[in-house]
């Protein structure tokens, strides 16, 4: 069976389509570096797992290891790809993301999938909370057939 196509505005609907643009910037804000930028993004109270993390987070914590990494010299120059959502969900205010973290290079093992918690408060949505980890990339190239998340 064939992997049906959506846009965006398909997927997410008229309610958060222009919200997603939050998934988007924080990887063009990401990719500029931009810590002022990124932080903005994210809820004063959030609490999240990283990857990279043995304990769940704070703000704080991610900015700090954000500032670290944008001080690093970058180990690659490849542009990050915007992400294309895997399935959202909406609950009045609040919004679930997930979706795969795209990659130039699909020679790696692994890649990594992210969910992040979005609530909408009077500046915007912003990141409550959210999950990253690496997951083994599947040797299996075929799409299951899927309608819209």
């Not at 931009?34 to 990279?52: E, I």
């Amino acid at each position: 069976m064939m992997r049906e196509l959506y846009s965006i505005a398909d997927v997410v609907g008229p309610r958060f389509f222009n919200d997603w643009k939050g998934e988007q910037n924080y990887f063009l804000y990401l990719q500029a570096e931009s810590l002022k930028r990124f932080m903005s993004l994210w809820d004063y109270n959030f609490v999240g797992w990283p990857d990279y993390s043995e304990h769940p987070l704070r703000k704080p914590e991610i900015a700090a290891r954000v500032e670290e990494e944008f001080r690093s010299p970058r180990s690659s120059v490849h542009p990050f790809l915007l992400p294309k959502p895997e399935a959202i969900a909406m609950f009045e205010d609040v919004a679930v993301t997930q979706y795969f973290w795209r990659e130039t290079d699909d020679t790696s093992p692994g890649k990594y999938r992210t969910t992040h918690v979005w609530q909408k408060g009077p500046d915007g949505w912003r990141i409550i909370s959210g999950m990253h980890c690496a997951v083994p990339r599947s040797s299996d190239a075929t799409l299951r057939a899927r309608g819209p998340v």
